[in-house]
């Protein structure tokens, strides 16, 4: 009789978290919105996440990276970051930080046409 008898468990270790920064000089960061963007092979960029001027608590987020990702500012150090976790193959392409045309808003939007001031982007990479 022939038989083949299979056994075994495995686990999965989730991707490690990535942190980008967007190191900013020229204007008072503390006074701006910033958003994070991605652009992916061939496609066309679209916003990830952004955060408000300081003074205003509130951010927004594209429904793909709701729960992994996480945007935050340090305004001592004219810095703003975004922190990845679960990175997904669909979160590979080039990421953006950018300045909103207007101070003090109280609020963001991570819609393009409302950022003025681009950085040079940096690559990220997640191979399935």
């Known amino acids: 009789q022939l038989q083949l008898v299979v056994s075994g468990r495995g686990t999965v270790q989730p991707a490690p978290p990535l942190r980008l920064s967007c190191l900013v000089s020229?204007?008072?960061?503390?006074?701006?919105?910033i958003g994070w963007f991605r652009q992916a092979p061939g496609k066309e960029r679209e916003g990830v996440s952004c955060i408000s001027n300081s003074g205003s608590s509130m951010t927004d987020d594209r429904d793909s990276v709701k729960g992994r990702f996480t945007i935050s500012r340090d305004n001592a150090k004219n810095t703003v970051y975004l922190q990845m976790n679960s990175l997904k193959p669909e979160d590979t392409g080039v990421y953006y930080c950018?300045?909103?045309?207007?101070?003090?808003?109280?609020?963001?939007?991570?819609?393009?046409?409302?950022?003025?001031?681009w950085g040079q982007g940096t690559q990220v990479v997640v191979s399935s």
């Open positions: 020229g204007f008072t960061l503390d006074a701006y919105a």
């Open positions: 950018a300045r909103h045309r207007s101070p003090y808003l109280g609020f963001c939007t991570i819609l393009e046409g409302r950022y003025a001031f």
